[in-house]
Structure formats: C-alpha cells, structure tokens
C-alpha cells in the first residue's frame, strides 16, 4: 500500500515537474542585439587596429558589449536565463558598447584593469571558453590585447582631468 502510494507521489512529480519544463520554453528574456554601433563605443571613441577588435569580438563582445552571438542552446530554458544573467553581469562590469559614458579617469582604471585581468587569466572567464574554444586567447593575442589597453589608459589618463 505505502509503495503504491509512494509510486503515485513521484509519478504526479515527475509530470509536474515535466510540465514546468515545457511551460517555461515559452518564457524568454530579451536578446542582447543591437545592430548599430553606439556613439559612445571604445571603437568609435578611439582608434583600434583590426587585431584588437577581432580579438574582443572573438573572446570579449559576447558578454561585455551590446551585441551577443547567441549559441543554439539559449533557445533552451533555464539555460538563456543563465547566459542573460551572466551578460547583464558582464556588461555591469565593462560595457564596450557604452564604453564613452564613463569619465575619462574610469575609462583609464577600466582599460588598466582589463590589461591586468588578461595577464592574469581572468579573462576571458575559464567557463566561456570551455564552451566557446575559439575565444581561449594565445599568447600573442593576449600581448596584442595588453599592450593595447595598456597604451590606450595611458593615452586616456593623460587626458583626464586631474582629481583631488
């Protein structure tokens, strides 16, 4: 009787649970796609040689711009929940696409620290490119990268306005 019982209560879960799923396929969050530059863009704001905007494009834009290549698994729930949560952190931290709105001594620090994340191996975070191989930077794009950010916060925190 009680093996009946238990029987009944785990297969009205697993339905339960079996509909949530399928509800929540028609539930999804908004996209990250624009498809114009902003004027306020690091691209549009300062000079940047091909090298470095292929490599941000391959290991960096996804999360840190307006713009999201989208894999075919965030056509799956809870999955694109994860990825939106995850690029609305990513471009909280550093938003190239919004890159102008910050004073000209943020931008400075931001380059700086993007410089130290890549020599460090923070970025591009060790979960992205396990999925995304093609984003795992080699050494002479990340030297390509630092140097980059490393001239560009020095051009940029010459620029600023001196805080007291």
Same mark, same amino acid.
């Given at each position: ?72 698994? #965030?056509?799956?729930?809870?999955? &694109?929940?994860? $990825?939106?949560?995850? /690029? ?6 550093? +938003? ?46 990340? #030297?390509?990268?630092?140097?980059? &950010?490393?001239? $560009?916060?020095?051009? /940029? ?6 805080? +007291?």
């Amino acid at each position: 009787m009680a093996n009946q019982k238990t029987k009944k209560i785990l297969r009205t879960s697993l339905l339960v649970l079996l509909a949530a799923l399928v509800i929540i396929q028609f539930i999804h969050p908004a996209k990250n796609i624009s498809t114009t530059a902003s004027p306020k863009d690091i691209a549009v704001l300062y000079p940047m040689p091909d090298s470095v905007h292929q490599i941000l494009q391959k290991a960096c834009y996804d999360c840190h711009s307006n713009n999201t290549r989208y894999p075919w698994y #965030n056509n799956i729930q809870p999955v &694109a929940w994860w $990825l939106n949560d995850h /690029i609305s952190d990513g471009k909280e931290e550093l +938003n190239f696409s919004e890159f102008g709105n910050r004073p000209l001594a943020k931008q400075a620090k931001k380059l700086k620290k993007i410089a130290h994340e890549v020599q460090e191996g923070g970025m591009p975070l060790g979960s992205y490119t396990w999925i995304h191989r093609d984003a795992i930077l080699t050494d002479n794009e990340k #030297n390509i990268l630092i140097d980059w &950010a490393t001239n $560009l916060s020095n051009q /940029i925190a010459a620029q600023a306005p001196v805080q +007291n």
